[in-house]
T-cell receptor, first 114, second 115 residues
C-alpha cells in the first residue's frame, strides 16, 4: 500500500462547479497535511495546510481532515479555468529530529472547462 | 523578500556526466530540502540540509550528494548520470523549528535531461 493515494484523474468539472479532490494516507502517525497546486512545468505552490480534524476554509478552498478514516480532501468552490492544475496531497509526521519531511502523493489533475 | 531561487533552469547532459544544481533559500529560512520529480509523479525526497549537515536522506544512491554553505544556500551533485535521472529537481526551503505548520516553499526547479 502506497503511503499517499490520490486518483491521478483527470477530474473534469465545469466552470463555477465545486471540485472535490481526495487523498488517503496509511501512516497513522501523520500530523500535518498539505495541499499543493502545481501548474504544468512549474513548481508546487502551497495552498492549504490542516492538522486538526474537521474543516478549514480559505477563500474558495476548504480542506477537510478525518484522521480516524485517514482521509483528507480539498474542495474548490466556484471553480475557474485558472484552477486547472495538478493538486498534490502531502503529509508530514514528526520524527525524532523534528525535521518534518513531507511525503507527497502523485497528484490529481484537475481540468475546469468553460 | 526574495523567494527560493534555483539555477540553472534547464540542463542537458549525457550519460556518465556529472551535474551540479544550486539553490538559495527564502530569506530567513535555514533548511534546504531537495526533491526529484519525474513526469506524472509527486516529488520524491532526496535529502535535507541544516547547519551545513545532511540531516535526513531519502532512498537515493550515493551518486546523489549535496552541500550547504554558511549562507544557507545549497548544492545538489549527481555523478555518473543515468537516463533515469531525467526529471525536475526541486529545492524547498523551510524553518527547521516550524513545528506542525512545517511549510516548505519550493523554488522554480531545474529541468535536467540526460541523453
Amino acid at each position: 500500500q502506497k503511503e499517499v493515494e490520490q486518483n491521478s484523474g483527470p477530474l473534469s468539472v465545469p466552470e463555477g462547479a465545486i471540485a472535490s479532490l481526495n487523498c488517503t494516507y496509511s501512516d497513522r502517525g501523520s500530523q500535518s497535511f498539505f495541499w499543493y497546486r502545481q501548474y504544468s512545468g512549474k513548481s508546487p505552490e502551497l495552498i492549504m495546510f490542516i492538522y486538526s480534524n474537521g474543516d478549514k476554509e480559505d477563500g474558495r478552498f476548504t480542506a477537510q481532515l478525518n484522521k480516524a478514516s485517514q482521509y483528507v480532501s480539498l474542495l474548490i468552490r466556484d471553480s475557474q479555468p485558472s484552477d486547472s492544475a495538478t493538486y498534490l496531497c502531502a503529509f508530514v509526521r514528526g520524527d525524532s529530529g523534528g525535521s518534518y519531511i513531507p511525503t507527497f502523493g502523485r497528484g490529481t489533475s484537475l481540468i475546469v472547462h468553460p | 523578500d526574495a523567494g527560493v531561487t534555483q539555477s540553472p533552469t534547464h540542463l542537458i547532459k549525457t550519460r556518465g556526466q556529472q551535474v551540479t544544481l544550486r539553490c538559495s533559500p527564502k530569506s530567513g529560512h535555514d533548511t534546504v530540502s531537495w526533491y526529484q520529480q519525474a513526469l506524472g509523479q509527486g516529488p520524491q525526497f532526496i535529502f535535507q540540509y541544516y547547519e551545513e549537515e545532511e540531516r535526513q536522506r531519502g532512498n537515493f544512491p550515493d551518486r546523489f550528494s549535496g552541500h550547504q554553505f554558511p549562507n544557507y544556500s545549497s548544492e545538489l551533485n549527481v555523478n555518473a548520470l543515468l537516463l533515469g535521472d531525467s526529471a525536475l529537481y526541486l529545492c524547498a526551503s523551510s524553518l527547521l523549528r516550524g513545528g506542525l505548520r512545517h511549510e516548505q516553499f519550493f523554488g522554480p526547479g531545474t529541468r535536467l535531461t540526460v541523453l
